[in-house]
């Protein structure tokens, strides 16, 4: 549970929280909004099931977050197929292009490189080591360079840099479309989730007279807010769901 948690984290871009202080974040969060709910409504089943509907927005706004955050560094890929290229047109091997250029490469896989640059040092074979680069990055687009990187070195680098600026020329293309997809995407989704979430702000402010928050701790009042609950969990999987864009494939992941 704590290695999935972290691991979400950094695939959102998080890295200043482990995952300890995220809970316990995101838990005093939930109280002190509940217990605010509750100072205006007096309904301690309003205060729930409205803090139930917010969690699962914050949830779902945190796997948005993720969605963005890998996005951004696909967006790194092309400047550090740049860095490689010059690199290693100025005459320096495949193994040293790769590693000079860490200063510029997505944030992700910074961790990657630097276990590449060990598994070199200890002796492993530069395919081995590509092969567990490749493993340890788990990526679409690391698949397709280190396929490249490794016809280049069985090749003699020929072919290298062509083929490295194609992959650079070809990624800014697909991220234009990608990055213009995400913000019609977030636009539509963030509209649609706001939809879901207005009528339990509603229910707060029409909470504020007593008649009103007596009425939803009657059997009927408590029927009405477990069905509205349950209808905007289920709106929010189902907007998640209508509205998920294909993620790229690993076709050369094998």
Same mark, same amino acid.
């Given at each position: 549970m704590k290695n999935k948690i972290e691991s979400a984290l950094i695939r959102a871009g998080i890295h200043n929280q482990s995952s300890g202080q995220f809970l316990l974040l995101v838990i005093a969060s939930l109280a002190i909004l509940i217990g /605010? #709910?509750?100072l205006v409504t007096k309904s301690w089943p #309003? /205060?729930?099931s409205t803090g139930s509907c917010v969690l699962a927005q914050a949830i779902d706004s945190f *796997? +948005? *977050?993720t969605s963005t955050e890998r996005l951004k560094q696909n967006q790194d890929w092309p400047k550090y197929l740049d860095s490689i290229h010059s /690199? /290693?047109?100025s005459g320096k091997s495949l193994t040293q292009a790769i590693l000079d250029s860490r200063a510029v490469a997505p944030k992700s896989m910074s961790w990657a490189i630097t276990e590449f640059e060990k598994d070199q040092a200890s002796g492993l074979s530069f395919e081995q080591s590509l092969d567990n680069l490749k493993n340890r990055l788990a990526n679409p687009i690391a698949d397709r360079f280190i396929e490249i990187t490794r016809l280049a070195s069985l090749s003699g680098g020929n072919g290298y840099l062509s083929a490295i600026r194609s992959q650079a020329l070809q990624l800014r293309l697909e991220n234009a479309n990608w990055s213009e997809i995400a913000i019609k995407q977030n636009w539509v989704l963030s509209s649609a989730k706001l939809a879901v979430l207005a009528p339990w702000l509603v229910l707060v402010l029409l909470s504020m *007279?007593?008649? +009103?928050s007596a009425a939803f701790q009657t059997e009927t009042g408590l029927m009405v807010l477990a069905l509205g609950l349950t209808a905007s969990l289920l709106a929010f999987r189902l907007i998640r769901f209508l509205g998920a864009i294909p993620e790229r494939k690993r076709i050369l992941s094998a």
């Amino acid at each position: 549970m704590k290695n999935k948690i972290e691991s979400a984290l950094i695939r959102a871009g998080i890295h200043n929280q482990s995952s300890g202080q995220f809970l316990l974040l995101v838990i005093a969060s939930l109280a002190i909004l509940i217990g /605010a #709910i509750f100072l205006v409504t007096k309904s301690w089943p #309003i /205060a729930l099931s409205t803090g139930s509907c917010v969690l699962a927005q914050a949830i779902d706004s945190f *796997k +948005t *977050k993720t969605s963005t955050e890998r996005l951004k560094q696909n967006q790194d890929w092309p400047k550090y197929l740049d860095s490689i290229h010059s /690199a /290693a047109w100025s005459g320096k091997s495949l193994t040293q292009a790769i590693l000079d250029s860490r200063a510029v490469a997505p944030k992700s896989m910074s961790w990657a490189i630097t276990e590449f640059e060990k598994d070199q040092a200890s002796g492993l074979s530069f395919e081995q080591s590509l092969d567990n680069l490749k493993n340890r990055l788990a990526n679409p687009i690391a698949d397709r360079f280190i396929e490249i990187t490794r016809l280049a070195s069985l090749s003699g680098g020929n072919g290298y840099l062509s083929a490295i600026r194609s992959q650079a020329l070809q990624l800014r293309l697909e991220n234009a479309n990608w990055s213009e997809i995400a913000i019609k995407q977030n636009w539509v989704l963030s509209s649609a989730k706001l939809a879901v979430l207005a009528p339990w702000l509603v229910l707060v402010l029409l909470s504020m *007279k007593p008649e +009103t928050s007596a009425a939803f701790q009657t059997e009927t009042g408590l029927m009405v807010l477990a069905l509205g609950l349950t209808a905007s969990l289920l709106a929010f999987r189902l907007i998640r769901f209508l509205g998920a864009i294909p993620e790229r494939k690993r076709i050369l992941s094998a």
